[in-house]
Every structure is written in structure tokens, then in C-alpha cells.
């Protein structure tokens, strides 16, 4: 019962957000219209790319989730031997190097993109 009412209400969290998002974005281009200005910053044309490649942002997006999974996997393998060697509390020491390994990759992601970005321009 207690596992239905939070998936239920994490739904409704999200709907609410696409709700709340779609219906100012709306409201705003309408006022835009409305008093003649410049509409034309919401219809930008896309760099060309071959079919299959990835988009600048894809790119990024993937790194980072590789990242993290990487993270979590150390983390996972790091806590284990915290508990096996130095006989720590197994939650508080997997879960400490979970997010502490993950927060790592998310840095390192964000420094490669950094990078990469100004490789770019």
C-alpha cells in the first residue's frame, strides 16, 4: 500500500512539473505574439548531421552517464572491500562510496565537457 501511494505521488509530481512547464511556455509565446515581437529565437535551425551520429548535447549526456555508472560500480566494489578489510557497517560504507565515487565521475564528466567545449570553439 505504502509503495503505490509514492509511485502515485511521484507521478503526479512530474505530471505536474511537465504541466506547470508546457502551459507558461505556452502563455509566453502567446504574449510574445501577441505584442509583435521577435518569435523567431524559438524556432532555431539544427546543425547538420549525418544520420546515426549523436548531437553535441547527446554526446555530453552519454559521457555522463557512463560516468556514473563507472562511479557506482567502483563504489559498489570500494564499499565491499571497506567492509571486508576495515569491517565497516556494510550500508554506511557501500552507500558512502556509491555516492562519493559517482559525485567523482559527475566532476570528471563535467571537466571532460568543460574541455571538449573549448576544444570546440
Known sequence: MEVSIVFISLFIVV???FYLYYTTRHKERLALIESDKDVSMFYTEKPNRRPG?????GKFV???LALISIGVGVGILLGNALVAV???HEEV???ASIFLTAGIGLLVGY???K???KIAE
Do not use: D, R
Request: net charge negative.
Open 115 to 117: 574541455k571538449e567545449e
Open 93 to 95: 560504507a557501500i552507500t
Open 15 to 17: 505530471f505536474g512539473i
Open 53 to 57: 551520429q549523436p548531437s553535441h548535447v
Open 62 to 64: 552519454i559521457l555522463n
Open 111 to 113: 571537466y571532460m565537457t
Open 86 to 88: 576495515l569491517g565497516m
